[in-house]
């Protein structure tokens, strides 16, 4: 059994950015340990000689010529936004003000 | 009057051609059966009759005055929920985006609007494309059309009950580990993965970069064939979009329904794909269908591909790591939802985090945490490195099975449709039901999916899948159409006419 706690699964969730309440918590890291457990069996083969594959047909230089080509006005651009503040997003203040 | 929901795409093509029949009279007959069934089966999010109805009589006055249209033009369609729209919600699902309506469309989208195909509406999915039942939709399961109690597979389940309950004769899916797949195999519909880089996926919902693909949906493979032709080839929106130049997948499917189209073709069977954890029924009739390939002179062969034993495992490693990196996104300042933490001082960061924990569903949760502990310092290696090795291994596989024959074949899901509930709780018992459409995502070869017949034991539909080299898309639809034409000849019907009648509501009907 891997040993994922409680503790991990609140860090990871603060590294993620979604609060969670404490019954997620503990059904996540009930989750995660049985998950976790399971697809471990990767290591069982993946041996250092093996190269990894990140993509499976991997294409190099994707380059477009360097011309403007029709995009988004402004106004779609702000058109899903939670709140603006004329032709900018606005948000909650970024740092805690202490 | 033909009942116009019950015909092909492309026999509707042909009367609509003929002017037989306009492109509004066809849209309208869908509408209908939509209200008539869709409040008890769940297949569409949104429905856009009014939009739709104008589309078609736009068709139609450009038919009356000689304009060349594609071939589809008039022909309705079903959009998964995770491609933008820019005049329908686009939710993947989510509660996240609950009501976002994108400033643009999707390429495979806009390739349909000019194509002259009539869009209906959007459909239902599991959250993000996260799940194999539809039950990790926000907004309610889809019924499967065969069984109410049973789920129509997932994600794209949505898409695949439409079909499949003459809703809409096409639809698009996406497929990142099965989901245009495995839903078309517990409905009795056809529904094909192509290529990775092959359909763009520029405007769709982006959940597992290195495996998501964009396919069509259907119920004969010819007609997902005229729609793969419709939304493939390069797109340079898409940066993954290969520039390849494609072969028209219509007369590759065309191709299938002459004599001798299986003679000498090579069929791979896998071991490791068969057997232990599959329903008898499966099994039963994925041998008969074996049987009727080699009588048609097909060369059976059985190849081994060991280390597709893994490819769950590190599927689950690659696509959470993947996920939790592009679910960033949703940060509650660009778009969707935003939600103010209970306690405490508004922060971005905190606002974030409640956004998140309101707007994403228990699966998308369980996700994004087990990618951030799979791409954590210490684990990295051990899990998200091995993962991506086993791909290569996986890769090699395939290399050293088409070294041998012409296309793989398999069962689309060990099981038939299962009822709701069953593997809500058990998520590895879920994510095992992906264990032979996953493979190829990994590998980025195309695969279709299509009715083989019924299992004795429950009489659900059972699906074959067939899977081809890289790029050899066209390969799946000459010998698709081509099993395909055998099966009916044996059953004497479509698989689809063996679907029990739906319930019809009688007080919605012409509501839309």
Known sequence: ?98 | MTDLTRLSAATLSTLLTDGAVSAVEATRAHLDRISDVDTDLHAFLHVSGPAALATAARIDAQRAAGDTLGPLAGVPIAIKDVLATHDMPTTAGSKILEGWVPPYDATVVARLRAAGLVPLGKTNMDEFAMGSSTEHSAYGPTRNPWDRDRIPGGSGGGSAAAVSAFEAPLALGSDTGGSIRQPAAVTGSVGVKPTYGGVSRYGAVALASSLDQVGPVSRTVYDAALLHDVIGGHDPLDSTSLTDSWPSMAAAARAGLADGALKGVRVGVIKELSGTGFQAGVTQRFTETLALLAAAGAEIVEVSAPNFEYAVAAYYLILPAEASSNLARFDSVRFGIRVNPNEGSLTSERVMAATREAGFGPEVKRRIILGTYALSTGYYDAYYGSAQKVRTLIQRDFDAAFAQVDVLVSPSAPTTAFKFGEKLEDPMAMYLNDVTTIPANLAGVPGMSLPIGLAPEDGLPVGLQIMAPAKADARLYTVGSAIEQLLEAGWGHTMLDQAPELTLATSTKGAL
């Open chain 1, 1 to 98: 059994m891997s040993e994922i706690t409680a503790e991990q699964v609140a860090h990871l969730a603060s590294l993620a950015r979604i609060d969670l309440s404490p019954e997620e918590i503990t059904n996540l890291t009930h989750d995660l340990g049985q998950i976790v457990d399971s697809v471990a069996k990767v290591s069982q083969v993946a041996t250092d000689e093996i190269p990894a594959t990140s993509h499976p047909l991997p294409l190099t230089n994707v380059f477009r010529p360097d011309v403007v080509v029709a995009s988004l006005t402004v106004e779609q651009a702000l058109s899903g936004a939670p709140d603006r503040d004329g032709d900018k997003f606005r948000v909650p203040a970024i740092l805690d003000g202490e």
